[in-house]
């Protein structure tokens, strides 16, 4: 079955560290890829997507490419900051082209600590 | 809009007890669906709906129900409560299912079962 692996956390960093969160995901098809924040006590919100190979999604200057001969999609931000910190889950997807409606499959989460 | 709301937000049950999760959404989606969140697991797909009348099941469904009377409610019953069914428990919504869609979440309801 579909399935995605990220790197466990706690991750610490510094304001303004480049930041960087793997994940690889082994599908039996062509999945969409999603990357989703929580925030603490909220439920997850969409940070961005990539439907196809090469795809770039971003958003909030976080920035991750689909990439389908590694079957990464690595989670990027230039400069982090202390209101980054949060809980962020890698997901896929492979139900869009048929028009199924499975759910997401998650990875576990990384915690991400940003320090001041 | 209020997007996806969940009550209640906590609930202490003993084992054998049932009880049904609540969760509504007012943007007019057709897929809804419950997650629940359990430390280093992720989340995993429970039950899911692609509008009213329909259900099916997800990856973990077993000790769950759930119906779907109208667009807007799709409550979540837990029939007879386990400790195993300790977690978090997520509600979501998207316009039409999964086409790269996104999923709008709820809140969530913290679950603990004794």
């Known amino acids: 079955g579909d399935s995605v692996t990220q790197m466990e956390g706690p991750v610490t960093l510094s304001e303004e560290a480049f930041l960087t969160i793997n994940c690889t995901y082994t599908a039996t098809g062509y999945p969409s890829l999603f990357w989703y924040v929580q925030y603490p006590g909220e439920g997850l919100q969409l940070l961005l997507k990539?439907?196809?190979?090469?795809d770039k999604g971003s958003n909030k200057g976080f920035e991750a490419t689909y990439r389908k001969e590694t079957t990464s999609f690595h989670l990027e931000k230039g400069s982090v900051q202390v209101s980054d910190s949060a809980v962020y889950f890698c997901a896929l997807t492979e139900s869009y082209s048929g028009g199924g409606a499975d759910g997401l499959t998650f990875g576990k989460g990384t915690h991400l600590i940003i320090q001041p | 809009n209020a997007g996806v709301t969940q009550t209640p937000k906590f609930q202490v049950l003993k084992t054998g007890q049932s009880m049904t999760l609540q969760c509504a959404q007012d943007m007019n989606h057709e897929y809804m669906s419950w997650y629940r969140q359990d430390p280093g697991m992720g989340l995993r797909l429970i039950h899911y709906?692609?509008?009213?009348?329909?259900?099916d099941q997800g990856e973990v469904p077993n000790g769950y129900n759930v119906s779907r009377s109208t667009t807007e409610d799709f409550p979540l019953r837990l029939l007879s409560a386990a400790p195993s069914q300790t977690s978090v428990y997520f509600c979501?919504?998207?316009?039409?299912?999964?086409?790269?869609?996104?999923?709008?979440f709820g809140p969530g309801t913290r679950l603990t079962v004794l």
């Open positions: 990539a439907t196809k190979a090469d």
């Open positions: 709906s692609v509008g009213a009348g329909i259900t």
């Open positions: 979501a919504s998207s316009y039409s299912g999964l086409a790269g869609g996104r999923q709008y």
